[in-house]
Nanobody, 124 residues
Framework: QVQLVESGGGLVQPGGSLRLSCAVS???????????IGWFRQGPGKGREFVAY???????FYADSVKGRFAISRDSARHTAFLQMNSLKAEDTAVYYCAADRSDYKTSLDYDYWGQGTQVTVSS
């Protein structure tokens, strides 16, 4: 059974930082370079939107709204992906989800596997 578990969310002041983690288990192959990881978010009253992905080649891509502030990475040995979020703004408040897929370069929601999400609240 494939499982993705996010952690690291919380309450942070504007301008602060958080690091989200996404632990992946249960894939047929546990090699991290066999799947791409995407991060998405869903703010209050909004639809789920793309934030960033890291491809099987470790190439990364970001939504314009987070470019230069967020960084996605992966630890192959620990089967874990990360989203480092800096210079956080109130509009970054959302539930953040990680997702895994065998295909690369996807900014759409049709990933194969999803986590349950972790809440990030940016407020003073």
């Amino acid at each position: 059974q494939v499982q993705l578990v996010e952690s690291g969310g919380g309450l942070v002041q504007p301008g602060g930082s958080l690091r989200l983690s996404c632990a992946v288990s249960g894939l047929r192959s546990l090699r991290s370079d066999d799947y791409a990881i995407g991060w998405f978010r869903q703010g209050p009253g909004k639809g789920r939107e793309f934030v960033a992905y890291i491809a099987r080649t470790n190439e990364s891509f970001y939504a314009d709204s987070v470019k230069g502030r967020f960084a996605i990475s992966r630890d192959s040995a620990r089967h874990t992906a990360f989203l480092q979020m800096n210079s956080l703004k109130a509009e970054d408040t959302a539930v953040y989800y990680c997702a895994a897929d065998r295909s690369d370069y996807k900014t759409s929601l049709d990933y194969d596997y999803w986590g349950q999400g972790t809440q990030v609240t940016v407020s003073s």
